[in-house]
């Protein structure tokens, strides 16, 4: 087996990592039927030769691939060897399902050896009592840190920053802060920039690398520091964080407490990390299924779902409500119980083209108070010609299809009524959800069909039983 799987992992000619995924992105087949026998035969030489040596994205890609009796025992059998970093790029759901099953004292080894910001990842998520068994066994200004991290709010900077980096004080020469570089072995593994404090660790400045190299030994640091670029407040939330460092180009910041005081850095890859779960999340919430997984199994699945259709099964009877006030109508004309899904779906289209854009642009902060007004103003436009051109193309079908000219004229009034309510709902609903607070990805989808679907049955139906005296 081990020939075989040599043959078929070959090493990238650019990076020396093993090709691990077909042309679709996706962990190949193959691979994964020899790992899979590899961890059946406990064929740890397999596993330590081509696995343990896969970068922590591709260990983790492996992971969600492979089934969920097989995770657990890839991790046990690789030991030491294993990268926990892999277990930040997996869903929660196959995070906790491993960490749960490892003994605490292993987790606490593995922990040792992460980055700080790595580690709160996986500490976050474990029970109290299991994650101060975990600190307690370790070294104790780590254990400081990560307790200082971990009081921070959920989904905040303080939460993703790391706290590992290098600070000097601002009357250090450039010659000793290179020889302190090159002599501090407890330093981060990598960064950019270097902070300037002062003895009360209050953020002063900071230096980049490159600048450090250009300058002359004697040179003092504080005569070549900078204002920090946009410290970042340690409750600041996370995504308003991620928007700084997209608004600035930044690669890093500064992470400071209350008091201005430096207690980490925010560094891109982190960031990077943030966008995609925020992008995420908005999608998930804008079809009203919570904070789901696809690891997730059938229970949690249906219980992170069943709310929300519950809540649209009420909107639905709200709308056949509506339906039912001209219950006598569509019996004394059928035509209208055939064309009116036609308005409905019509004016839900397109407040769900309305809604996506403003919920984007308030997850982005593109829309706020100083330009609301005149987005209205513009969505109100576009649903009024949207609604005009559709009464057109509408009406001429009508009237065609049931050869009647006033018909057409009857839904391409409820056209135009319909688009136009719509285009008003897509930006103004999700506009005062946010303002009082609430998440306008995961409440506004209902509100916005309810008010198209209430909106155009009542004005066609209600349009068709003036217009026709039924």
């Known amino acids: 087996m081990t020939n075989d799987a040599e043959e078929l992992v070959r090493p990238r000619p650019d990076s020396g990592d093993a090709d691990i995924y077909d042309e679709d992105g996706n962990v190949r087949g193959d691979f994964l039927a020899l790992v899979g026998a590899a961890i059946a035969d406990r064929d740890t030489i397999f596993l330590r030769l081509h696995v343990a040596r896969l970068h922590e994205s591709e260990i983790g890609d492996l992971l969600e691939s492979l089934q969920p009796?097989?995770?657990?025992?890839?991790?046990?059998?690789?030991?030491?060897?294993?990268?926990?970093?892999?277990?930040?790029?997996?869903?929660?759901?196959i995070r906790r399902e491993i960490?749960?099953?490892?003994?605490?004292?292993?987790?606490?080894?593995?922990?040792?050896?992460?980055?700080?910001?790595?580690?709160?990842?996986?500490?976050?998520?474990?029970?109290?009592?299991?994650?101060?068994?975990?600190?307690?066994?370790?070294?104790?200004?780590?254990?400081?840190?990560?307790?200082?991290?971990?009081?921070?709010?959920?989904?905040?900077?303080?939460?993703?920053?790391?706290?590992?980096?290098?600070?000097?004080?601002?009357?250090?020469?450039?010659?000793?802060?290179?020889d302190y570089m090159r002599d501090e072995e407890d330093l981060p593994y990598s960064f950019s920039q270097i902070f300037v404090i002062d003895p009360t660790f209050k953020l002063l400045g900071a230096v980049d690398l490159d600048k450090i190299l250009r300058t002359k030994r004697q040179t003092k640091v504080e005569s070549i520091m900078r204002e920090t670029n946009h410290p970042i407040p340690a409750e600041m939330d996370q995504e308003e964080a991620a928007q700084l460092f997209e608004q600035y180009d930044l690669l890093s910041a500064a992470v400071v407490d209350e008091n201005d005081r430096l207690v980490g850095v925010l560094t891109i890859d982190d960031v990077v990390d943030?966008?995609?779960?925020?992008?995420?999340?908005?999608?998930?919430?804008?079809?009203?299924?919570?904070?789901?997984?696809?690891?997730?199994?059938?229970?949690?699945?249906?219980?992170?779902?069943?709310?929300?259709?519950?809540?649209?099964?009420?909107?639905?009877?709200?709308?056949?409500?509506?339906i039912g006030l001209f219950d006598e109508s569509i019996e004394k004309m059928i035509a209208l119980a055939v064309l009116m899904p036609i308005v409905a779906s019509m004016g839900g289209n397109a407040g769900t083209q309305t809604m996506t854009v403003t919920v984007r642009a308030l997850a982005t902060g593109d829309l706020d108070i100083y330009n609301a007004g005149r987005i209205v103003r513009r969505e109100a436009g576009v649903g009024v010609a949207n609604g005009a051109l559709f009464s057109v193309i509408m009406g001429?079908?009508?009237?065609?299809?049931?050869?009647?000219?006033?018909?057409?004229?009857?839904?391409?009034?409820?056209?135009?009524?319909?688009?136009?309510?719509?285009?008003?709902?897509?930006?103004?609903?999700?506009?005062?959800?946010?303002?009082?607070?609430a998440d306008p990805a995961i409440a506004s989808s209902v509100f916005v069909t309810t008010v198209t679907d209430c909106t155009g049955f009542f004005a066609f139906l209600g349009i068709a039983t003036w217009w026709f005296g039924i």
């Open 69 to 93: 009796d097989q995770r657990l025992a890839l991790v046990r059998l690789l030991g030491d060897e294993f990268d926990m970093t892999a277990l930040t790029e997996v869903d929660e759901t």
């Open 99 to 178: 960490v749960d099953q490892l003994p605490n004292e292993q987790i606490a080894a593995a922990i040792g050896e992460l980055d700080s910001d790595d580690a709160v990842y996986i500490l976050e998520d474990l029970d109290t009592e299991d994650r101060e068994e975990i600190l307690a066994q370790l070294p104790f200004t780590e254990r400081v840190r990560l307790r200082r991290a971990l009081d921070y709010p959920e989904s905040s900077a303080g939460r993703r920053m790391q706290t590992e980096f290098v600070a000097v004080p601002p009357f250090w020469t450039v010659g000793q802060t290179i």
């Open 274 to 322: 943030v966008i995609h779960e925020e992008a995420d999340e908005d999608i998930k919430r804008l079809g009203g299924v919570g904070d789901e997984e696809l690891s997730d199994n059938v229970f949690s699945t249906v219980r992170s779902r069943f709310l929300w259709l519950v809540i649209n099964l009420g909107t639905a009877l709200l709308s056949a409500s509506v």
């Open 396 to 437: 001429v079908i009508a009237a065609t299809w049931f050869h009647d000219y006033q018909l057409g004229f009857v839904i391409g009034a409820a056209m135009i009524i319909n688009l136009f309510a719509a285009a008003l709902a897509g930006i103004l609903l999700p506009l005062l959800l946010h303002k009082v607070g």
